[in-house]
């Protein structure tokens, strides 16, 4: 037998159907969207970051239920693609675009402004939007941009949404986190880009790990309210999230990416179980997984001394005073 007839011999497309087949059991959740059939005719939802990845597919799935969705992008060029893509695929032309920068305070309060003026009603809020790799930057603001991207913007964004949400109560609040929080630590200075080393997803890793902490203390200060406020990780998903990092990474994670990773779609099922599912609807301050269950995060994020020391700290750096 020669080299060729090794390779022609079905014993490989055996294997490599194997494979795949693990691989696509690997990768499903254990709630299809698709099997779910809540409507959202009648509510309104944000998703930030919603022009590309999982953030879009969120998006999708919102509108193809029926939502008023709000794509809340920083480019007016890749959002209205998004839009018009939504738009199309969905069927439903109640689809808008409003233009924010989460790194920028002022931009995130002009974002909520025309919000709260537009909206009568907010029963969905998903913070998608995120960025990880970025190079040391100091925002106008005095933040890491990273720090400021992932969570303080959002934090304020929540912050300032949180009244119309009670008044549209029920109401939902889903921040897109990550597994990566297990390797991030607290510590106030790296909000002003200090003690920090940037290389790879090593401040990612802090930010969100705030979005854990910050999330459940909000989820506390929201009992009773008919807001409910809860994290996922997506899973680890093929998406551009790695644009900042050095090529030979990039090359490496979409190589084995597109063998074994989610796609966005994928990756958008577990925020989406957390924002429509009947089975999540009261659940509050909990972490979800990629595969839709409940998982405890990190002894850090569980701690709610620290929590309320974060969101007070939060609240402070956000605040105009
Ligand atoms: N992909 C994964 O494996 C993975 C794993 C765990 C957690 N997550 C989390 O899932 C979320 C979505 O990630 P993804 O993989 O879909 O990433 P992505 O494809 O890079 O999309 C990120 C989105 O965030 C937007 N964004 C970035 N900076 C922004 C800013 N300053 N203001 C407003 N929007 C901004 C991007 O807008 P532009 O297109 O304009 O840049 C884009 O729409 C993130 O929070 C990420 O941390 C992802």
């Known amino acids: 037998m020669n080299m060729l007839d090794i390779l022609h011999h079905p014993l490989w497309a055996f294997c490599a159907a194997l494979l795949a087949l693990v691989v696509r059991l690997q990768r499903r959740g254990r709630w299809d969207p698709k099997a779910c059939n809540v409507r959202l005719k009648g509510k309104t939802a944000v998703v930030t970051g919603a022009n590309t990845g999982i953030g879009k597919f969120i998006a999708l799935d919102f509108a193809r239920r029926g939502a008023r969705v709000i794509l809340a992008c920083r480019s007016e060029a890749r959002g209205t693609a998004a839009l018009e893509e939504i738009r199309e695929k969905s069927g439903n032309s109640d689809i808008h675009l409003r233009l924010v920068d989460l790194s920028i305070l002022d931009s995130v309060r002009e974002f909520a402004k025309r919000i709260l003026e537009e909206e009568k009603a907010l029963h969905i809020l998903v913070n998608n939007a995120g960025v990880s790799g970025l190079p040391r930057q100091i925002t106008k603001d005095g933040l ?22 009670k008044r549209s109560a029920p109401a939902r609040i889903v921040t897109l986190s990550s597994v990566n929080h297990k390797k991030g630590h607290v510590d106030f200075a790296h909000f002003h880009g ?6 790879m997803d ?3 890793n802090h930010t969100k790990l705030h979005n854990i902490i910050c999330t459940n203390e909000l989820a506390r200060r929201l009992r009773g309210t008919g807001v409910t406020a809860n994290s996922v990780h997506p899973g680890i998903v093929l998406t551009k999230v790695l644009r900042h990092y050095p090529l030979m990474v990039r090359c490496i994670f979409n190589f084995i990416g597109f063998l074994f990773f ?49 969101f007070e700290m939060c609240e402070r750096l956000t605040s105009k005073l």
């Open 194 to 199: 200090e003690n920090l080393t940037y290389y």
């Open 202 to 204: 090593k401040v990612y």
């Open 262 to 310: 989610k796609s966005p779609e994928e990756g958008a099922v577990s925020s989406i179980y957390c924002a429509v599912a009947e089975d999540t609807e009261g659940i509050t301050g909990k972490y979800f997984d990629s595969d839709c269950s409940l998982v405890l995060p990190s002894p850090l994020a569980r701690d709610p001394a620290l929590a309320a020391k974060d």
């Open 144 to 165: 890491d941009a990273s720090f400021a991207t992932n969570h303080l913007g959002p934090f304020l964004l929540t912050n300032l949404l949180l009244d119309l949400m």
